[in-house]
C-alpha cells in the first residue's frame, strides 16, 4: 500500500498541518527504516487495582476468548499474561503487590474525579514488534520520541532489555512498547520468577471457562476490533501524529458525529489481512471544546469523559463472528444476551440492523469496575467494512455519556 497517495475516507476535515505532516510522518519512516523495522501489534497492557486482578481475569474469560498463559512476580507487581489466538496480541494485566503502590498511574488518576475511586486501574499502551529493538530506539529518540529510562520508573516492567516503552504522551496518557520478541516463548522474557494461583483463584477461571464453553461464546467472539481513546477537543490531531510517529499504522479516515459533537478518528495497520492480527486504534474528540461550548450548548460526553476521567483508553472492541444463531437471533444478540444473563451490566440494547445489505451491529458494555474500560461487541454484516455507522455511534456515545456523568458541586450554593 502506498501511504503518500492513500486518500483518507471520511468527512471529518483536518487542518493543512495535519495533512502536510501526515506525508512528511509517513516519509520520514520510509527514509528512517521505521516501516521497515516495525510489524505488527504483540500486547496490550494495562493495569489494575490491588485485589482486583482475579476479578478482572474472570470477567476477559466470561466476555473474549483471552485465556491465561503465563504468571510472573516482580519486585512490585503480580502479572498476568494472557492469549486470545494465533497472530493476536497478547493482554499483560498489571496488578500492584500493595495498595500503598504509587507511579505515574496513580498521579494521573489522582487528577480525575472518577479516576481516583481506582487510581491505579489505566489502560497502559500496546506492543508493536521490531526486527531490531535497539535501532528503533535509537531512531525514534533522534525524533523526539522519549523513552523510559532505568530508575525512571517505580516498575521494572517498563524497563526490561526485551520491551521498550515511550513515556506516556502528552496527548493520550498512553505509551508505546518495542519488543523484538514475538512473545511465543514467555520464559525469555524478564519479567520476575512464576507463580502459582490459589485453588480458589483457579476455580473461579475453571468456572468462568466452563461457561464460555457452555455457551459457545469462544467460537463467536473473534478478537479485538479497535480501541478507542477520548482525547481532548484541540488535540485530536496532535494525537493522531504522535501515534502515527510511533508505529505502523496509517490514518484510515475520521468521521463527524454531529449529534454528539464529536469525531471519530481511524488508524490502521497495512501489514495485516486482518485488523485482529494488529487491531485499529481510535481517537474520539470533541469538535467544540468545554470551554465554548457554553455559547453552542451541544452535547459533549466525549469531553465530560475527558474531563472525569482524564485523557485514556475509552473502551476494547471485540468482533463478533457474522451469522444467525441457532437459537433464531444474530450472533451478536446471542452473546450480549448470554452475558446479561448471567450479570454483564450493559449501557443499552444492540444498535444498528443486519438485513439484506451490509450493516453493522454494536453495544457497549459498562464501566469495568476493575479496569475501568467499556467491552464494545460489533458485528459486520455481509462483510460490512467499517468500524461504525454515524447513527450507531451516535447512541453508543449518548449511552456512554449518560453513564460518566459527574455532578460538580457549586461551591458558592
Known sequence: MDLMKYAPVGDKKNSDFFNEYRLKIYDRRRQSGVDDLLGQMRGIVLQVETGDAMDYLEELYHMTRYRLASTRLSDTHRIFILRGGPEMPLMFVLEPLSKEFVDFITRLNKLYPLARKKKNARYIGEIFHTKDLATTRQTLEDQDVRFVYPGESENSFYTTNRINWTVPSDQTTNSVGYTDSDFEDLSELPLGETFELTGAEQGRLDAADAFATEHGLGDLILGIDHMATRILAGEREDAILEFLTMSPYYFWGAYNIAD????????????????????????????????????????????????????????????????????????????????????????????GECTDKPNLKQIFSKHSPASILITEYVERCLGYDGFFTKDNVAALTQAAGQDEHYQHGNVFD
Do not use: C, W, Y
Open 260 to 351: 454528539q459533537n464529536s469525531s471519530t478518528n481511524v488508524n490502521r495497520n497495512p501489514n495485516v489481512t486482518d485488523d485482529k492480527m494488529s487491531p485499529a486504534k481510535v481517537f474520539t474528540a470533541n469538535n467544540t471544546p468545554s470551554f465554548v461550548n457554553s455559547f453552542e450548548k451541544l452535547p459533549m460526553p466525549t469531553e465530560d469523559f475527558v474531563r472525569n476521567f482524564g485523557r485514556r483508553m475509552h473502551h476494547i472492541a471485540q468482533e463478533v463472528r457474522d451469522g444467525d444463531h441457532p437459537s433464531g437471533v444474530k450472533n451478536i444478540d446471542f452473546v450480549v444476551e448470554t452475558l446479561r444473563k448471567s450479570g454483564t451490566p450493559f449501557l443499552a440494547n444492540v444498535v
